[in-house]
């Protein structure tokens, strides 16, 4: 019985293979739909804490500012995928000026921390390819890719457990849900996330540049110090800046026509 479980799963992880927008391979054991749910029930505690301090959301003006930017960004990223049109598109500002970081949970949740905008001091082009690399993580399905990978290294466990009629594939997969939350994307997805974020802040209407600018601004404010979470686990400064300034004048035409025209915006669901 073991042995042609395993067997199963093993042919389950040869199957369970998905592209992402640009074209990469992917393991897809979990459905994006069961990433989205897991995210929604994170996005609540991650936000509660700052609603109950009363941090949350509560600088007008960056909130109109940012409001703004990520309007036009998912509007850019719904023509990318259609199908996250239904999606609850959001974004919280989080009042937390020693933290440099944001973020976005399958299902187009996010967060931007206070400190990325005090430290950094972004333009709004910059800080169009922090929201659009985020907004990219949703876009590529990075939170159900993270949540396969957590469950697929505990498969053998799983396999043992159902095998043997116990309840630990269960706990296996509520874990899998819980480290992918938790835990960094791969360098890999956010080098895929800086590629899809410049080509939306491109059509967006921000100017792709910006892209190199922003990570000098980082690579400054990370510089003698321990690097800021949002660098933790991205590509080194150097190279992030060389690889974006390779990618941003092949994104330039992109800009002037958007330049050209009125940008579209989507409404968001805190808007």
Same mark, same amino acid.
């Given at each position: ?50 609603? $109950? ?6 600088? $007008? ?6 409001? $703004? ?150 690579? $400054? ?51």
């Amino acid at each position: 019985m073991r042995h042609l479980f395993g067997a199963a799963m093993a042919l389950a992880l040869l199957s369970a293979c998905a592209s992402s927008p640009t074209g990469r391979s992917q393991l897809m054991i979990v459905p994006e739909s069961t990433a989205i749910s897991a995210s929604e029930e994170a996005y609540r505690s991650q936000l509660a804490p700052y609603a $109950r301090a009363g941090r949350l959301d509560n600088d $007008r003006a960056l909130k109109a500012r940012v409001d $703004r930017i990520a309007s036009r960004l998912v509007a850019q990223a719904v023509r990318m995928r259609p199908d996250t049109e239904g999606w609850d598109w959001s974004i919280k500002i989080l009042d937390d000026p020693k933290t440099v970081n944001a973020w976005a949970m399958a299902g187009g949740k996010m967060a931007l921390y206070t400190g990325l905008v005090l430290q950094v001091e972004p333009t709004d082009d910059e800080l169009a390819q922090v929201l659009g690399h985020e907004i990219a993580h949703a876009l590529a399905k990075h939170t159900a890719e993270k949540m396969s990978v957590a469950l697929a290294t505990q498969l053998g466990v799983a396999a043992l457990a159902l095998g043997t009629g116990s309840q630990t594939a269960g706990a296996a997969g509520a874990l899998a849900a819980s480290l992918a939350i938790e835990l960094p994307y791969s360098r890999t997805a956010e080098s895929e996330a800086d590629r899809i974020g410049i080509e939306l802040a491109a059509k967006a209407g921000y100017d792709p540049r910006a892209a190199v600018s922003l990570w000098r601004k980082m690579a $400054r404010v990370s510089e003698g110090k321990a690097p800021p979470q949002f660098l933790s686990t991205h590509p080194s400064p150097e190279t992030r800046i060389e690889e974006l300034a390779a990618i941003a004048p092949k994104m330039m035409p992109y800009y002037e026509q958007a330049r050209q025209s009125r940008p579209p915006e989507f409404r968001l669901q805190n808007s």
